[in-house]
DNA sequence: CGCAGAATTGATACATCTCAAGCTGGGTGG
DNA sequence: CCACCCAGCTTGAGATGTATCAATTCTGCG
C-alpha cells in the first residue's frame, strides 16, 4: 500500500492543468513531445510519504493537483516545514543524487515525473526549461526568505494570520478571484501541519486560531472550512506592511 | 560619503579571486569579454547601506570582497536578516527592478557589478550564466531551508552553536582548511547581526556566548577573535545530524 | 583621559511550551 | 441504528526559555 500508482497514460500536456506555470510553461510543441517520452504519472494517497531525505532520487516532478509539504526532521524528534509545494511547484533538485528533505502527501496527490538523467539532458540542451526552473527557484527564494521573517520575529498570533492570508491568497488565485473583502476557502492542514510550517507547537496554534476567532477575524464551519469576513483586518494582523509588499 | 566608490578600473576577469566560483564561473574566454564590457566595481565602507529594500535596481552584482547582508525590516522595527553575502555571492535578481531586501556592507565591499539591461540579454544569448545562476540559486534555496529550520525549532544555545560553525565551515573553506579539531576565526558579525541572524535579542546571543565559553565549547579572545578546541564539540552543540547532513 | 559604541550581566515579565484532561465528529462493527 | 472508537482538536494549569528594561563594564580611539 506504500507504493504509489504508477500511470503511464499518455496525457497530453497541452491539456494539463498546470501547463502554463509548471517548468514546462516556456516549452514550445518540439519541447512538450520531448518532455512527453520521458514523463510519467505518479499518485499517492493523502499521508502517504513520497520520498525520505536521504533516498536516492532518481526523478523530479511537478505537482499536478494536490498538496505535497518538504520537512526537516532533527534527531529528537522536532520537525520544521521548509515547503509547502502546489500544483506547478517543482520537486526535486537536478544534478542532486539524493534527497534533502522528506516530501509528504497532505492531500491525494498526483505528480508528473521525469527521469532525471534525460530530464537533465534536456536542460542542458534547451534553454527554456532552464529558464523557467531559475524563475520558479528565485521565487521559492523569496518565499522562503518571507518565511524566514514569519518564524524569527512574528508573534504566534501574526504567524497564524500570516498563514492564512497565504492560503487565502493561493486559494483565490487558483479560483481566479481577487483576495479581497470576504473570502472563504478550506486549511489543507491540519493544526500539526500549521504548526511545523510556523514553528509553533499545535497546542499554540489551536489557541491562536481559537483567538482569531473569538475576536471576528476569522469565521470557522467545523475545523478546516475558514471564512475570513474582511481580508485586510486578517492581513493587519500579520504584522506585515500595509501595502503588501508589491514585488514589480 | 554616502556614496559608494565608483571604479572603472578594468581589472582582469582572469585574475579575479571569485573567478571560479561566482556567477561567471562557468563562462567561456569569449563570454568573459563580453562581462568585462559591463561590469564596473563599487566599493563601500563597513556599515555603509548598500541599498534600501523598495529602491529601484539598475545593477546585479557579485561580492568579490568583504561581507554583506540582506535583511527585512517590519513596520514597528523588528528585523530579520534573510541573507549573508560572502565573497562570489550574487546581490539582485534579473527580471526585477526594485530591491526586495536591505543589502548593507558589514564589513569593506567590493562588489563587481553589471548593468541590468546587459546582464539580462547576456543571459538569454548564452547559457553558462544562467546555469550558473541556477545552481547557486538553488544552493541559497537548500541554505535558506537549514536556515527556517534553526529559525523554528532550534534553542539559543543551538542556535549560536550553529551560527559559529556555519562561519567557522566557510572561514576554512576560504582558507583551503578542513574544518575539524582546533579552529580558530574572527566573527564577522556584531551580537545585534548575530540577534537578527538568528532572530534572537542581543541579550541573548551575549549570554549564550558567555554560557558556551563557561563549559569549554568555545574560547574568545577580545569579543571577536574565537577559538574553537574541538570542532566535533561544537557540532554537537548544534543539535544538527552527527554525519553533518552531507549532501550529495 | 575620556568618550561612545559594543558587550555583559542582572532582575523581572511574559509568550510559548509542556503535560494533562476532555471534547468532537465521522467512520465502523455489532 | 446505535455505541463505540479514535484521530484531530480544544482547553487548562503550571513550567520554562527568551524578551525586556536597566545598570555596569569593556574596548578602541580621538
Known amino acids: 500500500m506504500n507504493t504509489p500508482d504508477v500511470l503511464n497514460v499518455g496525457h497530453d500536456c497541452g491539456a494539463c492543468p498546470i501547463r502554463h506555470r509548471a517548468v514546462c510553461a516556456r516549452c514550445e510543441a518540439d519541447e512538450l513531445q520531448t518532455l512527453e517520452q520521458i514523463k510519467y504519472y505518479r499518485s499517492y494517497q493523502a499521508g502517504q510519504t513520497v520520498i525520505w531525505s536521504g533516498d536516492r532520487m532518481d526523478f523530479v516532478a511537478s505537482v499536478v493537483t494536490g498538496i505535497a509539504t518538504l520537512t526537516q ?59 523557467r526552473l531559475l524563475e520558479m527557484t528565485l521565487d521559492e527564494l523569496d518565499a522562503a526568505r518571507e518565511w524566514m521573517l514569519l518564524l524569527g520575529r512574528k508573534t504566534a498570533r501574526e504567524k497564524i494570520a500570516s498563514l492564512l492570508a497565504i492560503i487565502a491568497r493561493r486559494d483565490a488565485h487558483l479560483k481566479l478571484k481577487s483576495a479581497k473583502g470576504n473570502i472563504v476557502f478550506d486549511l489543507p492542514l491540519t493544526r500539526e501541519e500549521m504548526a511545523d510550517y510556523l514553528g509553533l507547537t499545535l497546542e499554540t496554534v489551536s489557541r491562536q486560531v481559537s483567538a482569531l476567532k473569538r475576536d471576528g477575524v476569522i469565521v470557522l464551519e467545523g475545523k478546516r472550512h475558514i471564512v475570513v469576513p474582511d481580508f485586510d483586518r486578517l492581513l493587519e494582523e500579520t504584522g506585515d506592511d500595509s501595502d503588501g509588499g508589491l514585488l514589480v
Not at 516545514?81 to 526535486?92: E, H, K, R, W, Y
Not at 544534478?95 to 534536456?122: H, I, N, S
Open 73 to 131: 526532521t532533527m534527531e529528537d524528534g522536532r520537525r520544521q516545514m521548509v515547503g509547502l509545494l502546489l500544483p506547478s511547484d517543482f520537486v526535486g533538485r537536478p544534478g542532486r543524487q539524493v534527497a534533502a528533505y522528506d516530501v509528504t502527501a497532505t492531500t491525494d496527490l498526483v505528480m508528473c515525473c521525469f527521469r532525471k538523467k534525460p530530464f537533465e539532458e534536456m536542460m542542458a540542451k534547451t534553454p527554456h526549461v532552464a529558464q
